[in-house]
């Protein structure tokens, strides 16, 4: 099933950009089986219940020593969840850029990049070995730097392309040595084989059984953390968050695709996939709680203090990725996996909202250059206004009931440092998101060009607005697939597990909390006059909004220490080279004085005594010509000594030995 | 014994094809420069043919691990004649699954560095013929059974490099050509030293390579004996402390002959190393608590990193890429020492894998962008703007950068691995360390990429004249590299069950050796 998007990839990128018809279609032929496989996939294992055992498929790719080196796939609920969220969300993404990119050059070799990076989402999703999973891991990697960096006559662009490519690669360093060290214990890199895969008990109790590996941390623990740092890496966590805001300057329909529903969220997902690894050990679960709990405070923080649109988007996203790894880590699969489910939804919505926003109004990203918008886009605004009520927790809409599932979980768990800093976080988040919407979509147009002329503001095509709609369904309703009451979701990914009650005490302080927010946010932002564009009311909290505008001088504080640190190491290198040159020099330069200690030797010694002995000869030769007629030459006479000294060292040899 | 000379089973006609070429190219007048050329080309084609051919009809012998199984592995393509019987040497031939990748990836190397050369205007006759003939040694080299014969092969691969890079080479031609030439000689001197020491303690009657396997040798020989030859082979692999050669060399040269030193010459070293070094003396690097092993994989860790640092600050482009081979190498060098079939594995597909890319990132910067542009300065490039001009340059690039970083579906990432899974058992913090290497790849490889091709905003390349557009023969041999790359990475092992089957029997020779 992945592969109908590779090969349109491979096909695609080979297509002449003229084919634009004929691009488009292939790809979206080809996601659309996809996305109609998977949705089959998941009615045939719900049907199944989540008690049936997964169906695995796993053949050699290649042999050494003796030993055979797996791939395989696997379908068991949280694949089947996985790829038909994946599949759908990216077809109405397709659908969308149709639309969006209609005016770029190469089209046709945006689409060809899209498909090739669902063909590497919907592999890792599908992957029993972590060697499939991680070559399908990188797959998406590098197809998210194509897509990054699609407008390479960005400079900014570039760049960002390749932060986001080093920075996710230094996470996927910790996961490549969990993948080795895992297989140099085990012997497999296998997930389910039969009762040997690393998931499966045997596996896990030996793992489990090496204890003291690493601050008492036993290895299944360990090698769980280490898996982590790909997770880290991919899902935009604290200390890597730093790539995923700049990696904004992609298109925005790569920016709903990549930064909402899938590639971010692969982190989580491979959390989820790994989870018996993780439970095994309750200190790598605590890490997780607290790296993700921390990741979500911090995110939204800096979101409250930005002006970017999609920028605001992308906090958010590191921001509830953060909730995510709280929900795995305290809650379980499920628990983690539901919200997922509902950010990818509600999250591609605002995305692609934000999209619209922005071709509507000419390319501005500003939200202080923007209002008013509620008037000219109302499709636009009606859905953009679902997704935040679903980002902010409003009842019922979805992210409300995954989100309250993972607050409550953290309650259950004891968990209240990592719960306090989420529950921090969720006031933010309603802050922030209504921040937002009053700004772009209440008062008055702000889009003002220097010269004083208003921009008008107009609806997007259909082909926009379609899949705009299909999203606010799902965003309002998904979520009622997890109720506490009806935990259908939870039930069908941990069949065994026991699910969090209804807590109607915990379900209003949730809801106050989120109001909270919205009434804050309101409050501020809600009546800007229009003459004050530009101008934030949280800047008077001056030094803490620079701080945050900032985004906690992250990225200044990585290019001092790490990147200046790596450079200095690489001039060093070069240091040592020139060091090393040197050193070979000052060996042919001894070399050379010894040649010409021999050449003197030779001009200054050996020739005399040649002449010398040249000149005996010649003396003798003298005497001999007296006796004959004709005179022998000087030149003669030296070439025959020379001959004879030569033959007598080489019969002296002979006879030595 | 020997098959009939005009059959499928005598691979040494890809050294004969080539000694051909060259008489066929000297005889051709000088003027006529397409011709040349096209004979050149049809010579190395026809050796690349002999060697697939080998390839594909090798069958790894089924059954038995012991020495027997060793010599029936190299039967099928076994001549002997006899050379110097004086001395007990003979021109002895052979190959098993771990050479015949490297004679593909020699003919290979070979047809794409002709047509990359096609714009060589400058002596050409010369030039082709100094190329055929180093590509003759390097042929004789991976099948060569005798010691001497090998050393005498190594020898004259080297030679015409030389000359290669003192004529037709570019910036400080002379002092790199010398250099490259010195080092070379430098390791050969130790090679010749380990080599005559081997024979004499051996008896001084023979130089073959398997009888001399079957003598064993003292502990303390071996200890003796091992780091002048594997050290001595080792400078031509561009082992750390002495890589310094190599960027200077492969910078200076002519777009094939970097292709083919750090494409094939830099394997003749290492094939060296496991042919002779550890094949004839493992129990070296076992002896002593494995102190060789644990020096030599130190030092080839230390060249990962360091390689990957210095290409990352280098502001002349081919320097970039003459780093990454140290680099690269560096994998190679670690997964001989692993001393296990996995290692082993790695090792050798990451020699063909490295002389793949290498090759494609040369002909990139020395032939369409360097031969175009006349420059190689970072920060001149910089300003051009060159994808504009040649957006397949830039995909070729990034392409062979991406391979080069070992990302999966290429076929570094199958070799990086395996070296890395056999390093492992070893070595688990080196391993660690090799990663972070990894990590600078992605960073100079996206750093000279960016800076070479995009360069700077606004800066657009419109002042730059037009430059010539890419031909047709660098597209051909840019397909022919990019398509190998590919289809090793996804279906590896139709190299790979024949290295394995070769590398079992290898490590099986030596673990029997080991007490």
Same mark, same amino acid.
């Given at each position: 099933?992945?592969?109908?998007?590779?090969?349109?990839?491979?096909?695609?990128?080979? &297509?002449?950009?003229?084919?634009?018809?004929?691009?488009?279609?292939?790809?979206?032929?080809?996601?659309?089986?996809?996305?109609?496989?998977?949705?089959?996939?998941?009615?045939?294992?719900?049907?199944?219940?989540?008690?049936?055992?997964?169906?695995?498929?796993?053949?050699?790719?290649?042999?050494?020593?003796?030993?055979?080196?797996?791939?395989?796939?696997?379908?068991?609920?949280?694949?089947?969840?996985?790829?038909?969220?994946?599949?759908?969300?990216?077809?109405?993404?397709?659908?969308?850029?149709?639309?969006?990119?209609?005016?770029?050059?190469?089209?046709?070799?945006? *689409?060809?990049?899209?498909?090739?990076?669902?063909?590497?989402?919907?592999?890792?999703?599908?992957?029993?070995?972590?060697?499939?999973?991680?070559?399908?891991? /990188?797959?998406?990697?590098?197809?998210?730097?194509?897509?990054?960096? *699609?407008?390479?006559?960005?400079?900014?662009?570039?760049?960002?392309?390749?932060?986001?490519?080093?920075?996710?690669?230094?996470?996927?360093?910790?996961?490549?040595?969990?993948?080795?060290? &895992?297989?140099?214990?085990?012997?497999?890199? &296998?997930? *389910?084989?039969?009762?040997?895969?690393?998931?499966?008990?045997?596996?896990?109790?030996?793992?489990?059984?090496?204890?003291?590996?690493?601050?008492?941390?036993?290895?299944?623990?360990?090698?769980?953390?280490?898996?982590?740092?790909?997770?880290?890496?991919?899902?935009?966590?604290?200390?890597?968050?730093?790539?995923?805001?700049?990696?904004?300057?992609?298109?925005?329909?790569?920016?709903?695709?990549?930064?909402?529903?899938?590639?971010?969220?692969?982190?989580?997902?491979?959390?989820?996939?790994? =989870?018996?690894?993780?439970?095994?050990?309750?200190?790598?679960?605590?890490?997780?709680?607290?790296?993700?709990?921390?990741?979500?405070?911090?995110?939204?923080?800096?979101?409250?203090?930005?002006?970017?649109?999609?920028?605001?988007?992308?906090?958010?996203?590191?921001?509830?990725?953060?909730?995510?790894? &709280?929900?795995?880590?305290?809650?379980?699969?499920?628990?983690?996996?539901?919200?997922?489910?509902?950010?990818?939804?509600?999250?591609?919505?605002?995305?692609?909202?934000?999209?619209?926003?922005?071709?509507?109004?000419?390319?501005?990203?500003?939200?202080?250059?923007?209002?008013?918008?509620?008037?000219?886009?109302?499709?636009?605004?009606?859905?953009?206004?679902?997704?935040?009520?679903?980002?902010?927790?409003?009842?019922?809409?979805?992210?409300?009931?995954?989100?309250?599932?993972?607050?409550?979980?953290?309650?259950?768990?004891?968990? =209240?440092?990592?719960?306090?800093?989420?529950?921090?976080?969720?006031?933010?988040?309603?802050?922030?998101?209504?921040?937002?919407?009053?700004?772009?979509?209440?008062?008055?147009?702000?889009?003002?060009?220097?010269?004083?002329?208003?921009?008008?503001?107009?609806?997007?095509?259909?082909?926009?607005?379609?899949?705009?709609?299909?999203?606010?369904?799902?965003?309002?309703?998904?979520?009622?697939?997890?109720?506490?009451?009806?935990?259908?979701?939870?039930? *069908?990914? /941990?069949?065994?597990?026991?699910?969090?009650?209804?807590?109607?005490?915990?379900?209003?302080?949730?809801?106050?909390?989120?109001?909270?927010?919205?009434?804050?946010?309101?409050?501020?932002?809600?009546?800007?006059?229009?003459?004050?564009?530009?101008?934030?009311?949280?800047?008077?909290?001056?030094?803490?909004?620079?701080?945050?505008?900032?985004?906690?001088?992250?990225?200044?504080? =990585?290019?001092?220490?790490?990147?200046?640190?790596?450079?200095?190491?690489?001039?060093?290198?070069?240091?040592?080279?020139?060091?090393?040159?040197?050193?070979?020099?000052?060996?042919?330069?001894?070399?050379?004085?010894?040649?010409?200690?021999?050449?003197?030797?030779?001009?200054?010694?050996?020739?005399?005594?040649?002449?010398?002995?040249?000149?005996?000869?010649?003396?003798?030769?003298?005497?001999?010509?007296?006796?004959?007629?004709?005179?022998?030459?000087?030149?003669?006479?030296?070439?025959?000594?020379?001959?004879?000294?030569?033959?007598?060292?080489?019969?002296?040899?002979?006879?030595?030995? | 014994?020997?098959?009939?000379?005009?059959?499928?089973?005598?691979?040494?006609?890809?050294?004969?094809?080539?000694?051909?070429?060259?008489?066929?190219?000297?005889?051709?007048?000088?003027?006529?420069?397409?011709?040349?050329?096209?004979?050149?080309?049809?010579?190395?084609?026809?050796?690349?043919?002999?060697?697939?051919?080998?390839?594909?009809?090798?069958?790894?012998?089924?059954?038995?691990?012991?020495?027997?199984?060793?010599?029936?592995?190299?039967?099928?393509?076994?001549?002997?004649?006899?050379?110097?019987?004086?001395?007990?040497?003979?021109?002895?031939?052979?190959?098993?699954?771990?050479?015949?990748?490297?004679?593909?990836?020699?003919?290979?190397?070979?047809?794409?560095?002709?047509?990359?050369?096609?714009?060589?205007?400058?002596?050409?006759?010369?030039?082709?013929?100094?190329?055929?003939?180093?590509?003759?040694?390097?042929?004789?080299?991976?099948?060569?059974?005798?010691?001497?014969?090998?050393?005498?092969?190594?020898?004259?691969?080297?030679?015409?490099?030389?000359?290669?890079?003192?004529?037709?080479?570019?910036?400080?031609?002379?002092?790199?050509?010398?250099?490259?030439?010195?080092?070379?000689?430098?390791?050969?001197?130790?090679?010749?030293?380990?080599i005559i020491a081997l024979w004499a303690k051996a008896g001084g009657t023979t130089f073959d390579l398997l009888a001399l396997k079957e003598v064993a040798f003292a502990t303390d020989f071996q200890v003796f004996c091992f780091p002048l030859i594997f050290v001595g082979f080792a400078v031509l692999a561009g082992m750390w402390p002495f890589h310094t050669w190599a960027p200077t060399g492969h910078s200076a040269a002519p777009t094939a002959a970097s292709m083919l030193l750090a494409g094939v010459v830099m394997k003749l070293g290492a094939y060296g190393c496991l042919r002779v070094g550890i094949f004839l003396f493992p129990e070296a690097l076992t002896a002593y608590g494995g102190f060789w092993q644990l020096t030599i994989a130190v030092l080839a860790v230390i060249g990962i990193v360091y390689g990957a640092g210095a290409a990352l600050v280098q502001r002349d482009f081919k320097f970039v890429v003459g780093y990454s081979s140290v680099s690269h190498m560096g994998f190679v060098l670690l997964g001989l020492v692993t001393l296990n079939t996995v290692g082993l594995d790695g090792a050798v597909l990451q020699m063909?894998?490295?002389?793949?890319?290498?090759?494609?990132?040369?002909?990139?910067?020395?032939?369409?962008?360097?031969?175009?542009?006349?420059?190689?300065?970072?920060?001149?490039?910089?300003?051009?703007?060159?994808?504009?001009?040649?957006?397949?340059?830039?995909?070729?690039?990034?392409?062979?950068?991406?391979?080069?970083?070992?990302?999966?579906?290429?076929?570094?990432?199958?070799?990086?691995?395996?070296?890395?899974?056999?390093?492992?058992?070893?070595?688990?913090?080196?391993?660690?360390?090799?990663?972070?290497?990894?990590?600078?790849?992605?960073?100079?490889?996206?750093?000279?990429?960016?800076?070479?091709?995009?360069?700077?905003?606004?800066?657009?390349?419109?002042?730059?004249?037009?430059?010539?557009?890419?031909?047709?023969?660098?597209?051909?041999?840019?397909?022919?590299?990019?398509?190998?790359?590919?289809?090793?990475?996804?279906?590896?092992?139709?190299?790979?069950?024949?290295?394995?089957?070769?590398?079992?029997?290898?490590?099986?020779?030596?673990?029997?050796?080991?007490?």
């Amino acid at each position: 099933m992945p592969l109908l998007p590779l090969l349109a990839g491979v096909v695609g990128m080979l &297509l002449p950009l003229s084919q634009r018809r004929l691009a488009f279609g292939l790809a979206v032929g080809a996601l659309g089986a996809s996305a109609l496989i998977s949705i089959g996939l998941l009615l045939g294992a719900v049907q199944a219940g989540g008690e049936a055992a997964p169906v695995v498929v796993n053949f050699t790719w290649l042999s050494f020593g003796g030993s055979a080196l797996k791939l395989g796939f696997v379908l068991n609920p949280l694949t089947a969840v996985m790829i038909a969220m994946v599949s759908f969300v990216a077809l109405l993404i397709f659908i969308f850029s149709h639309g969006y990119m209609h005016d770029d050059r190469a089209y046709a070799r945006f *689409f060809a990049f899209l498909s090739l990076f669902c063909a590497g989402m919907l592999g890792l999703c599908v992957a029993n070995s972590l060697v499939l999973l991680f070559l399908a891991w /990188e797959i998406v990697g590098v197809s998210s730097y194509l897509l990054i960096g *699609f407008w390479h006559e960005k400079p900014s662009a570039a760049a960002a392309a390749k932060k986001a490519f080093l920075v996710t690669k230094l996470g996927d360093l910790g996961f490549l040595v969990g993948i080795l060290w &895992l297989y140099g214990q085990t012997g497999t890199q &296998l997930l *389910f084989d039969d009762g040997f895969g690393v998931l499966e008990d045997a596996q896990l109790q030996s793992l489990r059984a090496a204890t003291g590996v690493f601050f008492g941390m036993n290895l299944a623990g360990v090698l769980a953390l280490l898996i982590f740092c790909g997770a880290i890496g991919k899902s935009g966590q604290f200390p890597l968050h730093v790539w995923l805001p700049d990696a904004m300057e992609g298109p925005t329909p790569v920016s709903a695709l990549i930064h909402a529903a899938t590639m971010v969220a692969a982190g989580v997902f491979l959390v989820a996939r790994t =989870y018996p690894l993780f439970a095994a050990d309750p200190m790598a679960l605590d890490v997780v709680a607290w790296v993700g709990s921390f990741t979500a405070l911090l995110a939204a923080t800096i979101a409250v203090a930005q002006r970017d649109i999609k920028r605001i988007l992308a906090y958010s996203t590191v921001s509830q990725l953060g909730f995510m790894m &709280l929900g795995l880590a305290v809650g379980g699969v499920a628990v983690g996996m539901f919200h997922l489910i509902t950010h990818a939804f509600f999250k591609a919505l605002l995305f692609l909202g934000a999209g619209s926003v922005i071709h509507g109004s000419h390319h501005q990203q500003d939200i202080f250059k923007m209002g008013g918008l509620r008037g000219p886009m109302k499709t636009t605004f009606v859905t953009y206004l679902v997704g935040t009520a679903a980002l902010a927790g409003v009842v019922p809409f979805a992210g409300f009931w995954s989100k309250d599932e993972i607050l409550l979980s953290a309650w259950h768990q004891h968990a =209240y440092g990592p719960f306090a800093l989420t529950m921090v976080a969720s006031f933010l988040t309603a802050f922030y998101m209504t921040r937002q919407v009053a700004l772009v979509f209440f008062g008055a147009n702000r889009n003002v060009d220097e010269h004083g002329h208003a921009h008008h503001a107009h609806e997007s095509p259909l082909s926009m607005t379609a899949p705009l709609m299909i999203l606010a369904v799902f965003a309002a309703g998904i979520g009622l697939v997890g109720t506490p009451w009806a935990n259908l979701f939870g039930h *069908f990914l /941990e069949p065994r597990a026991e699910h969090a009650e209804a807590n109607l005490g915990f379900m209003a302080v949730a809801t106050v909390v989120a109001l909270a927010g919205i009434g804050a946010g309101w409050a501020l932002y809600g009546r800007l006059a229009p003459k004050s564009a530009g101008d934030d009311p949280l800047a008077r909290v001056q030094p803490l909004y620079r701080w945050l505008e900032h985004r906690w001088y992250f990225d200044e504080l =990585y290019a001092t220490t790490v990147v200046r640190l790596l450079r200095i190491l690489a001039q060093l290198a070069e240091l040592i080279d020139a060091l090393l040159d040197l050193a070979v020099m000052a060996i042919s330069g001894g070399l050379r004085a010894l040649a010409q200690a021999f050449f003197w030797t030779d001009e200054h010694l050996v020739r005399p005594a040649a002449r010398l002995l040249a000149a005996a000869a010649r003396v003798g030769g003298g005497a001999l010509s007296r006796l004959q007629t004709g005179r022998v030459q000087r030149s003669l006479s030296a070439v025959t000594f020379g001959a004879t000294v030569l033959l007598g060292l080489l019969l002296l040899v002979m006879f030595a030995r | 014994m020997n098959a009939p000379l005009f059959s499928l089973a005598r691979l040494d006609w890809t050294i004969y094809l080539s000694w051909i070429g060259v008489l066929a190219v000297l005889l051709i007048p000088a003027g006529k420069k397409e011709a040349i050329r096209w004979t050149a080309l049809a010579f190395a084609a026809a050796s690349l043919v002999v060697a697939c051919v080998g390839l594909f009809t090798w069958a790894p012998a089924t059954g038995g691990s012991g020495m027997d199984a060793l010599r029936a592995s190299f039967k099928p393509f076994e001549v002997t004649l006899p050379w110097i019987p004086a001395l007990g040497a003979s021109y002895h031939l052979g190959a098993d699954g771990i050479s015949l990748p490297l004679l593909v990836l020699t003919g290979v190397v070979a047809v794409t560095g002709i047509l990359f050369s096609w714009n060589q205007e400058n002596r050409v006759k010369e030039f082709f013929a100094f190329l055929l003939l180093l590509v003759s040694g390097v042929y004789g080299v991976f099948l060569s059974l005798d010691v001497l014969l090998l050393f005498a092969f190594y020898e004259l691969a080297i030679i015409p490099k030389y000359f290669i890079i003192a004529i037709w080479g570019s910036t400080r031609k002379e002092y790199a050509a010398m250099k490259l030439v010195l080092y070379s000689f430098a390791g050969s001197s130790l090679v010749f030293v380990g080599i005559i020491a081997l024979w004499a303690k051996a008896g001084g009657t023979t130089f073959d390579l398997l009888a001399l396997k079957e003598v064993a040798f003292a502990t303390d020989f071996q200890v003796f004996c091992f780091p002048l030859i594997f050290v001595g082979f080792a400078v031509l692999a561009g082992m750390w402390p002495f890589h310094t050669w190599a960027p200077t060399g492969h910078s200076a040269a002519p777009t094939a002959a970097s292709m083919l030193l750090a494409g094939v010459v830099m394997k003749l070293g290492a094939y060296g190393c496991l042919r002779v070094g550890i094949f004839l003396f493992p129990e070296a690097l076992t002896a002593y608590g494995g102190f060789w092993q644990l020096t030599i994989a130190v030092l080839a860790v230390i060249g990962i990193v360091y390689g990957a640092g210095a290409a990352l600050v280098q502001r002349d482009f081919k320097f970039v890429v003459g780093y990454s081979s140290v680099s690269h190498m560096g994998f190679v060098l670690l997964g001989l020492v692993t001393l296990n079939t996995v290692g082993l594995d790695g090792a050798v597909l990451q020699m063909f894998s490295h002389g793949i890319v290498a090759s494609l990132l040369f002909a990139t910067v020395g032939r369409m962008v360097y031969d175009r542009t006349h420059t190689r300065e970072l920060s001149e490039l910089r300003s051009m703007r060159l994808v504009t001009q040649l957006p397949f340059a830039a995909v070729v690039f990034i392409i062979g950068g991406l391979a080069s970083m070992g990302l999966p579906g290429f076929s570094g990432f199958v070799a990086e691995m395996q070296v890395l899974v056999g390093a492992w058992q070893h070595f688990p913090w080196l391993t660690i360390i090799t990663g972070a290497g990894i990590v600078v790849t992605v960073w100079y490889t996206f750093r000279a990429f960016l800076t070479a091709f995009f360069g700077e905003s606004g800066a657009g390349g419109e002042h730059l004249e037009p430059l010539p557009p890419i031909t047709w023969q660098e597209r051909t041999a840019s397909f022919i590299l990019l398509a190998l790359l590919v289809l090793v990475g996804v279906l590896p092992s139709i190299l790979l069950d024949r290295i394995d089957a070769s590398a079992q029997l290898f490590i099986n020779s030596i673990t029997q050796a080991i007490p």
